[in-house]
């Protein structure tokens, strides 16, 4: 037997980690992009065999079996769909722990949707009646979760050992009989694997999805301000691109406010106000939302439990103040709508027109819907926001991580992205990862103190960096 299973590109709802079972969406650009780019790596694989080609039904993997098996049969199978989420359909994780406190996939299944159990049934039937059956290769096309389980029961293990199994999108794996022996022989392999391996990140934390940047000259790179060899250009959110740093400013505001008077009248201690300027900068901006509860309530020797998703509004935990700062930050959007700067647009524009690719990286869990209130979404190539740091379990700002993993999603290196950021402790990050180019966008009178912390330009609107070209 030889079985190559082929995860589909890259689409809307896997940059936000949603989880996408029987809804038909279709690949993004960069996903057809990425799709393209097997179809070399597999011809090389098949060696001129005629393989049997199975494809889920649904529009991302039958895109990306045209795109990386041209001119290949494809045989359309339902067996080879995804997961059926049920319920939990286009929710992510840490969305669906709200609702199921501690639900694990593998364990738990999805109500009105399938078990993992269910899954490994379909997973049987395309070994029984295909790859243990045919003398050909078999090229599987499907999806994340369904080929972490294949994998599993091709080995002979049971479904929920498919956890075991990473899977990027975009990604080919190979499982075939060695010396009588099933094995692996390849796993999870993208052609940005194969590109320049010395160019790629030591970070092990990526978000949902890889592709590979293409080759913006020097000339390109001059022509936005940045050094020659920039390639990616990766962009904070709030303060950078949206003029959301003042709403987060002041939702912090009225949840700490309330907070603090509530205990000050409970303990009779005097009452003092969070500052919007000197605590937001200082001890909450840029970070996650229980880094920056924690971090301010300390400058106040004040320290409170974690707490945990189920925590009832008003309890005295980190988690509860985090989810009041939340839910007054929504109502504000919703209110007063979200303002993209004009400077930003346009400067992100011209970076794509001249061939960089763009990611937006941000500490918020509402990156997504900030995006689309601003109506700028389809300005980034990759998308890798709070609820995402947290589900990959990447370190906040000023660690470097979810930038790294935001270069590594645009197949750049370090060294060949700039990093845009408003924030003193994001600065830090992108100097601790070691960027090509660190810019400092000083929207409240902070240009010594950006410096100081990293950056090599700051600008106050990032348009004059197309007037530096």
Not at 34 to 40: G, K
Not at 408 to 435: K, N, Y
Request: glycine residues 10%.
């Amino acid at each position: 037997m030889k079985l190559i299973i082929v995860r589909h590109g890259q689409t809307d709802w896997t940059l936000s980690g949603r989880y996408t079972g029987t809804t038909d969406v279709e690949l993004t650009a960069s996903g057809r992009h990425q799709a393209a780019e097997l179809a070399p790596l597999l011809e090389r694989m098949l060696h001129g065999q005629s393989p049997l080609v199975v494809s889920s039904p649904r529009r991302r993997a039958t895109e990306t079996a045209t795109l990386a098996l041209p001119e290949r049969a494809v045989t359309i199978d339902p067996v080879v769909a995804e997961y059926d989420y049920g319920d939990y359909e286009g929710l992510t994780t840490p969305q669906i722990r709200l609702i199921a406190p501690g639900w694990i996939i593998w364990r738990d299944g999805c109500p009105h949707g399938e078990s993992t159990a269910d899954v490994g049934t379909r997973a049987d039937d395309l070994l029984h009646s295909h790859a243990e059956n045919d003398p050909r290769p078999v090229v599987v096309v499907t999806h994340g979760h369904f080929s972490r389980i294949l994998a599993a029961r091709a080995l002979g293990l049971p479904a929920e050992q498919g956890r075991l199994f990473a899977s990027t999108p975009a990604s080919v794996s190979v499982i075939e009989d060695h010396h009588g022996e099933r094995c692996i022989a390849l796993w999870n392999l993208d052609p940005a694997l194969l590109a320049d391996p010395g160019d790629r990140s030591a970070s092990t934390h990526a978000p949902h999805d890889k592709a590979p940047a293409p080759l913006a000259s020097d000339a390109s790179a001059r022509s936005v301000g940045l050094p020659a060899g920039t390639t990616a250009c990766l962009f904070d959110l709030d303060g950078v691109l949206t003029a959301t740093a003042t709403v987060h400013a002041a939702a912090w505001q009225e949840m700490f406010d309330d907070y603090l008077k509530s205990r000050a009248h409970r303990l009779g201690t005097p009452f003092v106000a969070f500052n919007p300027a000197a605590d937001y900068d200082t001890y909450v901006d840029g970070k996650s939302r229980a880094d920056g509860v924690a971090s301010f309530l300390a400058s106040r020797g004040i320290e409170l439990p974690p707490g945990g998703p189920g925590d009832r509004p008003g309890a005295e935990t980190i988690t509860a103040l985090g989810s009041a700062k939340n839910s007054i930050l929504l109502r504000r959007i919703r209110r007063d709508g979200v303002h993209a700067y004009a400077g930003s647009v346009r400067y992100v524009q011209a970076v794509r027109a001249a061939g960089l690719r763009t990611a937006v990286v941000s500490s918020s869990a509402n990156c997504s819907e900030i995006l689309t209130a601003a109506g700028i979404t389809e300005l980034f190539d990759a998308r890798l926001g709070g609820l995402d740091v947290r589900a990959d379990g990447l370190a906040g700002k000023p660690a470097p991580d979810s930038y790294l993993a935001a270069a590594h999603a645009l197949g750049a290196p370090p060294r060949h992205a700039a990093v845009f950021e408003d924030a003193l402790s994001g600065v830090q990050a992108g100097r601790a990862g070691r960027f090509g180019c660190v810019v400092g966008v000083d929207r409240v009178g902070q240009t010594d103190a950006l410096r100081a912390a990293g950056a090599d330009i700051v600008v106050t609107d990032l348009a004059e960096l197309l007037d530096r070209a």
